[in-house]
């Protein structure tokens, strides 16, 4: 266990910031940590792998490679999986379950080749363990095995993390399709205020003005508070054979932070709709910062800055459900913090953007605004010039994540 193959999935667009994670982390470089499409792979030990799980912020899961060879047919699959030593990681009295994801493979059902993944992990475990064998467990496995198959090779995963990592714990109140913890993570990453590599948070403060359930300032306060991402829940590996609770409880220990007097809060966060508001207050309390957040309900086209100068970064709203933002439409249900395919559509997104431009260049001279979207076409809506833009995926959905330098009076914005 002092050396394994690790792959930390992410999504589209936030390697680089992954790997820069991964690294302030670990301490991980050269070969033994290298960015690719969709991830990062890792040599790194078992307690690299928990401390991972612990603190990472952008990477959806924490894998262990546990087999990487060629296939043409689904019995190279069982013999691939055969020669896995699935018993050092789980015992036949455990239940189990495989995902198979795809890219271009020759096979015709996903479903047969995981049949055949099953059954070679069952008759392996048969051989070793007299004919017993563990169950397979759709819901809430104790061990979940990912097959990837590509053109010509299969690899086989073992999964320490459990639930998928955007689920820190804290969230239980929501809105519609809210915007993972993950994702917001990576706006905050892209924008600057987070240094996702030494951790440290600029002196700014941040804004979200649709900011729904919350998402994005208390992912934030959590970073300036230097409470780990994964406090507050549990995961795949305590189920695991490796798991030792002593170094998992020492990791926890060396993981909290001190005690720290409530400062007033930089962070603020207000939306339209005072239910949401009211769920954002209380998931920042579940997650131990509502003492560094202000959250306040009021329109985005009216709110006034709550600092003299600092950081925007928001998802707003999209399509048909463009009214929740504010005045522009009828406010009706709150806002919404996921990106829709009809960005902007309709005369309520014709007019929401303008207006939201215009209020920001007449109050908020010397903020930078960040704005994810899939709306490649949002800088003309706003009539703003963007001053970068950096490629993020949300989900399926290819979107951009925008950045306006504030000046007030002018239709746009200078060029840094």
């Known amino acids: 266990m002092n050396q394994l193959k690790l792959f930390l999935p992410c999504a589209a667009g936030v390697e680089d910031f992954l790997a820069q994670e991964v690294h302030g982390l670990t301490g991980l470089a050269g070969d033994d940590l290298?960015?690719?499409?969709?991830?990062?792979?890792?040599?790194?030990?078992?307690?690299?792998?928990?401390?991972?799980?612990?603190?990472?912020?952008?990477?959806?899961?924490?894998?262990?490679?546990?087999?990487?060879?060629?296939?043409?047919?689904?019995?190279?699959?069982?013999?691939?999986?055969?020669g896995v030593a699935w018993e050092i990681w789980f015992?036949?009295?455990?239940?189990?379950?495989?995902?198979?994801?795809?890219?271009?493979?020759?096979?015709?059902?996903?479903?047969?080749?995981?049949?055949?993944?099953?059954?070679?992990?069952?008759?392996?475990?048969?051989a070793k363990a007299g004919g017993v064998r563990p169950s397979i467990e759709t819901q809430w496995p104790d061990c979940r095995v990912f097959a990837h198959l590509t053109t010509d090779s299969c690899t086989l995963y073992i999964d320490t993390s459990g639930e998928p990592l955007f689920k820190r714990g804290w969230r239980q109140d929501k809105g519609d399709a809210p915007?993972?913890?993950?994702?917001?993570?990576?706006?905050?990453?892209?924008?600057?205020?987070?240094?996702?590599e030494t951790g440290a948070v600029s002196d700014q403060p941040l804004y979200d003005p649709c900011c729904g359930s919350g998402t994005i300032a208390i992912e934030a306060a959590q970073i300036a508070a230097r409470i780990p991402a994964g406090a507050l829940r549990r995961f795949g590996f305590e189920k695991l054979l490796p798991f030792q609770p002593h170094v998992w409880e020492a990791l926890q220990?060396?993981?909290?932070?001190?005690?720290?007097?409530?400062?007033?809060?930089?962070?603020?966060?207000?939306?339209?709709?005072?239910?949401?508001?009211?769920?954002?207050?209380?998931?920042?309390?579940?997650?131990?910062?509502?003492?560094?957040?202000?959250?306040?309900?009021?329109d985005a086209l009216q709110r006034m800055p709550p600092a003299a100068g600092g950081v925007i970064v928001l998802n707003p709203p999209y399509g048909e459900r463009i009214e929740v933002a504010g005045v522009a439409g009828?406010?009706?249900?709150?806002?919404?913090?996921?990106?829709?395919?009809?960005?902007?559509?309709?005369?309520?997104?014709?007019?929401?953007?303008?207006?939201?431009?215009?209020?920001?260049?007449?109050?908020?001279?010397?903020?930078t605004a960040w704005v994810?979207?899939?709306?490649?076409?949002?800088?003309?809506?706003?009539?703003?010039?963007?001053?970068?833009?950096?490629?993020?995926?949300?989900?399926?959905?290819?979107?951009?994540?925008?950045?306006?330098?504030?000046?007030?009076g002018s239709a746009r914005t200078k060029q840094p």
């Open 372 to 408: 994810l979207t899939p709306d490649l076409q949002l800088p003309k809506r706003m009539r703003l010039k963007e001053s970068r833009r950096v490629p993020m995926w949300n989900g399926p959905i290819e979107c951009r994540l925008f950045r306006f330098d504030m000046v007030a």
């Open 179 to 196: 915007l993972k913890e993950t994702l917001a993570a990576a706006m905050l990453a892209a924008s600057g205020w987070w240094n996702p």
């Open 253 to 298: 220990n060396d993981a909290m932070p001190a005690p720290a007097a409530a400062a007033a809060p930089v962070i603020y966060g207000s939306d339209v709709a005072h239910r949401m508001v009211d769920f954002a207050e209380r998931n920042a309390e579940r997650a131990g910062v509502a003492a560094h957040i202000e959250f306040r309900g009021g």
């Open 91 to 126: 015992t036949p009295r455990q239940t189990f379950k495989i995902e198979t994801t795809a890219q271009h493979s020759p096979l015709q059902s996903l479903n047969f080749a995981t049949l055949r993944i099953k059954d070679a992990i069952a008759d392996r475990f048969r």
């Open 34 to 82: 290298m960015a690719s499409r969709g991830g990062v792979f890792v040599r790194g030990s078992w307690r690299d792998a928990m401390k991972l799980n612990l603190h990472c912020r952008l990477a959806q899961r924490v894998l262990v490679e546990l087999a990487h060879a060629p296939y043409r047919s689904e019995n190279d699959l069982y013999a691939i999986a055969s």
């Open 330 to 367: 009828t406010a009706r249900f709150g806002a919404r913090e996921s990106a829709q395919t009809e960005a902007g559509s309709g005369e309520e997104g014709n007019a929401f953007f303008p207006q939201l431009a215009s209020h920001w260049k007449k109050n908020y001279a010397g903020w």
